[in-house]
């Protein structure tokens, strides 16, 4: 079964730093894709970033390029996302998806930007 | 950017009855390898959002045959063909054939 558990969400100030974590198991790790799909207080989905299997290449949205950087280690089979200088419209739940077409996704993990 | 208009943004349906909600893009979908790169996804409450149709048409793993999807380059459909009490939720649409990637504004399905 494939699982993907979100962790490291939590409450930080603006221009802080945060780093999320995704676990995953139940398929091969390396075989796939990574997305991270953020979802601001009832609002809709948006896509922020993925990387390649390897982690030859990286993808952001433009709101976040130069802020936040996403990574991996496919020896412990996870996922990351580095978020540097936080802003107020980052607040929201945010969830590690498998592949580009996000087919199956975590649970999320909520980072709230506030002072 | 590419935008996705998802029409309507909330539908009403008693159970037992249809429902179809549509997806336009602001440019067309279809990829030089023949395939149109066009997902739904359903967000049922307090859960993250699950993968009903990849590329327009193909359902996903365990989705019932129920749901549907059709269209082509820039007009896509989702359509269910018998709404259950389980269907609630918000439907959003996809492309992942240009970055960045775009969802729509999500359709909200309540049941009567």
């Known amino acids: 079964e494939v699982q993907l558990v979100d962790s490291g969400g939590g409450l930080v100030q603006p221009g802080g730093s945060l780093r999320l974590s995704c676990a995953a198991s139940g398929f091969t790790f390396t075989n796939h894709w990574m997305s991270w799909v953020r979802q601001a207080p009832g609002k809709g989905l948006e896509w922020v970033a993925n990387?390649?299997?390897?982690?030859?290449?990286?993808k952001y949205v433009d709101s976040v390029k130069g802020r936040f950087t996403i990574s991996r280690d496919n020896a412990k089979n996870s996922l990351f996302l580095q978020m540097n200088s936080l802003r107020a419209e980052d607040t929201a739940v945010y969830y590690c998806?498998?592949?580009?077409?996000?087919?199956?996704w975590g649970q999320g993990t909520l980072v709230t930007v506030s002072s | 950017d590419t935008v996705m208009t998802q029409t309507p943004l909330s539908l009403s349906v008693t159970p037992g009855q249809p429902a179809s909600i549509s997806c336009k893009s602001s440019q067309s979908l279809l990829h030089s390898d023949g395939r149109t790169y066009l997902y739904w996804y359903l967000q049922k409450p307090g859960q993250p959002p699950q993968l009903l149709i990849y590329e327009v048409s193909k359902r996903f793993s365990g989705v019932p045959d129920r749901f549907s999807g059709s269209g082509s380059r820039t007009d896509f459909t989702l359509k269910i063909s018998r709404v259950e009490a389980e269907d609630v939720g918000v439907y959003y649409c996809?492309?992942?054939?240009?970055?960045?990637?775009?969802f729509g504004q999500g359709t909200r399905l309540e049941i009567k």
């Open positions: 998806a498998r592949d580009y077409n996000c087919n199956y």
């Open positions: 996809m492309q992942s054939l240009r970055l960045p990637i775009t």
């Open positions: 990387i390649k299997q390897d982690g030859s290449e990286k």
